[in-house]
């Protein structure tokens, strides 16, 4: 045994596929999620590159060409109430509000995953006690949360952000948390400990491979409550100001113009409507695929 | 029961304090000084000196907290900048508004949400399955101010058949059950009733789809009961977790109506929150939060301890 | 009687204590689990072990039996330091765990455990060769060390490195998981093995399989087993010594031969009287125990056995039996072993 392990032999070996390789080879055979990731992409495809794809500039604006309809020459999809083109402010609009919605859920997720995986992990009184204090968060319904800090902030792209990042970080320690405990008890934790591991390196090889999984797949399925909840803050006026294009905002200032030009003035809604419709599409493909029993 | 009734009041106890102090401490995260955000901007010095007295502005904040929570439980939520009139009063008008508007969403939400959700369950991984599954996911991704305005534009201003905004004919702040206010409430009522519809039909999806696959099911069969019998079996079985979402739902429904009621003019704590925001009057924006979340905690509550008592099953320690 | 030593771990651990010291020494050993005291509120305490005291003996397996409930799991994880004794004294080679001589990191590379269920003891999202790698990369080898390590373990248990370390365990069998157990479990070089259960999940075929691997294995590396299970026959196998517990305390202990031959303890004869006899012409008919076993919360007082035991006297209802030599190695904890116990079946001497 000593003479074979000196000499450093390493044995080519055949890898099996790994964990995540297994839930993208499974996600690709469900039509249903690949259709809402293609769509996905494209909508961040145009957002990001919205400079060089939009026909027109999103802020200026002509008193002449105000609400026209979609179709109308010059403007695809119509113009809004001080006359700028619609195509553009949607293209436009997606950055900021694919911004608000994602950037809220990628920051709870890193913030409220180690607040709960720690308290998962080291269980007893401080878990007991962390988790009260999320409860208290829990006592809110997130709509009114949101409105509450944004409306105590102050309007801006930053403070809804801010908001919505404290409405989800109860929501997604919660579940990191139970994750956590579960696994937490599983008999390959207890010989990681029995072989001598700190807690540290137990977590990183053993408890994080393992949960981060579900909590992600969570944390997917809270972008599109995001993004309905970013729009809304913008259609209250406690989010992006005009004259930013954003969706939630253009529905906003588009409501005058429900009489006049009902089609134009649903545009922007349709978009959140299809963004948040394929992030939960997804969300729910990737949660299959995760679960099927190894 | 009584036992665990009291145990969950004790448990709630220090959440409804926590909640307390968000409310309490959102006047001052709040830029500014949180004497300005109190008052309106044309108080006199006598007016101040008197707020400062009366909240303890210069006292350090476990004093204003305590100064504040005093006169909460005393009922004196403060006065509003805009109107002038006491927070609790405009509270509890606005609050009937909006628990009607509510309580009718969540019944709507949750017949259609059921119906969609037991049969989905029912003939899982079927066509009809997919499409009433189809139907919740709709439901739960739809942005629900924008469906409003889309209700709107096609039931308001392209048929005419229902009013586009308001509780009632005059505009009136309260809602009266009498015919000519139900139009006003119907489309409210149905935007709103979209997202518990969603959320209730697939929680029941999943109840009825595990429950079918229980062995006292097949056992149920096999001794030759009829379906209808089994299919009563199952909705026991399933009620205690379908009324829990329920409940809940309408607490969600409460505390976040304030895009609805701003869509159509609805004079419910939604709308009063919107006005609070706009018009930076705290007290009022404070005020509304917190009763709405007492509410939510208070309803919670309910739910549970109602949970436990309909479910033998869940016995917690 | 000298463990073989690893050029690749440091030399400290070598066979410290000396011939004569047993590897293990447990005294008064004591856990309770639950149990609050408080004004309004008093709930008793599960005994889960109720002061123990036993010897393991350098290279040597020592079985533990009985049925569940009795604390044999409890055993195993206050020996190995998972969870904290209440009361008593645990010694490693003469040492205690925690002191000078033998730091908790020094002692966890020379104890391990080999759990029961295969499949949750085994990281779903880890190869087959990285759970085994573990435990010598935590302690500092390099991962190409490491890794060689654990395809030579492989080996060593069966399992053919080209074909199995790049597997996960969804891809193996059970024997095969549990053969992954035992190479985590040598890895560290131990010098102790605890196997808590370890074929109880398997086919009766795989099972055989595993324990020759077991006897195998503790021949080459020069290993000290304790062997935990609730089948007699299994641990009459592989066991030099014999451990009965019953709710938390010491039955009997003793050669294996002694044990399974001339049961001393009541209990002991009962579990041997009640295992399904082979032959069709001697079939077990009466069940040897009546009852239940009794609550650990609230252990009968005197002899926790009496409420079962056919031969219980008003002695045994009050009087806790202490462990007493029916000869020289073989010890029960039952009145009727001790002479002058006064139990009335006893004939005068």
Redesign the interface.
Known sequence: MTAIADAGVYLPVKRSRGYWASVAHRLARDPVAMVALALIVAIALTAIFAPLLAPADPFKGSMLRRLRPVGFPGYPLGSDELGRDMLSRLMYGGRLSLLMGVTPVLVAFVIGSSFGIFAGYIGGRINTLMMRVIDVFFAFPSVLLAIALSGALGAGIVNSIVSLTIVFIPQIARVAEAVTTQIRTRDYVEAARVSGARALSIVRVHVLGNVLGPIFVYATSLISVSMILASGLSFLGLGVKPPDPEWGLMLNTLRTAIYSQPLVAALPGVMIFITSISFNLFSDGLRSAMEVKQ | MLLYAVKRILYVT???I??S???FL??H???GDPLTAVLPIDATAAQQAEMRAAYGFDRPLPVQYGLWLWKVLHGDLGNSIATGRPVLSEVSRAVTNSLILAAVATLIGFTFGTFFGFVAGYHRDSALDKIASAIS??G????????G??L??IFS??LGWLPPTGAGPDGSGNWRPDFEHLRYLILPAVTMSVIPMGIIARTVRALVAEILTQEFVQALRAKGLSEWTVFKHVVTNAAPTALSVMGLQL??L???S??IE??FAWPGTGFL??S???QRD?PL?QGT?LV??MF??LL?LIVDVLQTALDPRIQRA | MSVVVDTMFPPDLVDRGGAGTPLLSVRGLVKYFGGKRGALFHKPAVRAVDGIDFDVIKGETLGIVGESGCGKSTTARLIMHIIAPDAGEILFDGEAVGSNELDLTAFRKQTQMIFQDSYASLNPRLTVEDTVAFGPRVHGLSRKAAVARAHDLLEQVGLDPVRFAGRYPHEISGGQRQRVNIARGLALEPRLLILDEAVSALDKSVEAQVLNLLLDLKDKFGLTYIFISHDLNVVRFMSDRVMVMYLGKVAEVGPSEAIFNRPGHPYTQALLASMPSMDPDHRTEEAPIAGDPPNPINPPSGCRFHTRCKMAATLCTHSEPALHPASSDHLVACHLANPDSGHPRLKPA
């Open positions: 220090p959440v409804a926590g909640v102090i968000i409310c959102l006047v995260i709040a830029p996911v709709l739960v991704s739809v942005p629900h101010y924008w469906l305005m889309v709107v534009i201003a392209q607490g969600y409460l505390g976040g304030i895009l701003t869509v929150l919107n609070a925001i706009f705290l924006l939060i709405l979340a939510f905690v919670n």
